[in-house]
């Protein structure tokens, strides 16, 4: 189904990651229709739904493990999967038959694989989260050293409509002055920000030059992706990432 697509930098040896597009789903407006968020208000059934269509593209044996995100670092070191979502904004396992899974629409998800294929992490990068580190946290869970990462940015809303206050740039400026380039100003206090830029630059930091990504902006094609920032009431997309059994 052309709302599942594989994320062909990420799969490879035993590692399979996809992200979703909004469409060919069970949901109906304003979640329409491949919405993926038990949280927006959506019907739980519809969801079971599409969620079951997402799970049957990994092994029958894998097992999807959604979080409850709270814009927060806390990172989740999975060693069982459990049925009810977990609190954090990144996870980690390097057990296989589980599926680390990132809900957005509008902030950016991030997978990383060891070239191995014996570790992975999904973080959900949104200005908050990156603001706190996430991507140090998540990267320190890792046993493989940074240069064995790869990383693969999603899609996001882009640095062309994600319009911030000056309270945002200044939570950058305090990590470093290099964040500065990632905000272009606007009139009246306001600024653009470039999230994929941003972590980028925090994995380069860490040691993780091997980086992917996908460009598109979830606020501007909405044909394809769900966007809080457009849409204010609507589904979510899910970026997933799993060690096969």
């Not at 930098?9 to 993926?36: C, E, I, M, W």
């Not at 977990?86 to 599926?99: L, R």
């Not at 653009?192 to 993780?208: E, F, R, S, T």
Request: some cysteine.
């Amino acid at each position: 189904m052309n709302n599942i697509i594989a994320i062909d930098s990420l799969t490879f040896a035993n590692v399979k990651a996809v992200t979703t597009q909004r469409q060919n789903g069970a949901s109906k407006a304003p979640f329409d229709s491949f919405n993926l968020g038990c949280h927006v208000g959506d019907k739980l059934e519809h969801v079971q739904k599409n969620r079951e269509i997402l799970k049957n593209d990994f092994s029958p044996l894998t097992n999807i493990q959604w979080l409850n995100q709270v814009h927060k670092s806390d990172v989740a070191v999975i060693k069982q999967w459990q049925q009810q979502p977990i609190t954090a904004d990144a996870s980690y396992t390097n057990k296989p038959s589980i599926a680390l899974a990132i809900l957005t629409a509008d902030c950016l998800p991030i997978l990383i694989s060891n070239k191995q294929g014996t570790e992975i992490a999904a973080i959900h990068a949104g200005w908050r989260p990156l603001a706190a580190n996430i991507i140090n946290n998540t990267i320190a869970k890792f046993e493989s050293p940074a240069k064995d990462l790869k990383a693969w940015l999603g899609p996001c809303i882009s640095s062309k409509s994600f319009e911030v206050g000056v309270d945002v740039l200044q939570e950058f400026q305090r990590l470093g002055s290099s964040y500065q380039t990632f905000f272009k100003p606007l009139t009246s206090g306001k600024y653009l920000a470039d999230l994929q830029g941003i972590a980028q630059v925090m994995l380069n930091l860490n040691g993780i030059n091997d980086i992917s990504k996908l460009s598109d902006c979830t606020y501007l094609q909405d044909n394809h992706y769900f966007s809080y920032r457009r849409d204010g009431q609507t589904g979510r997309m899910a970026s997933v990432i799993a060690i096969q059994p």
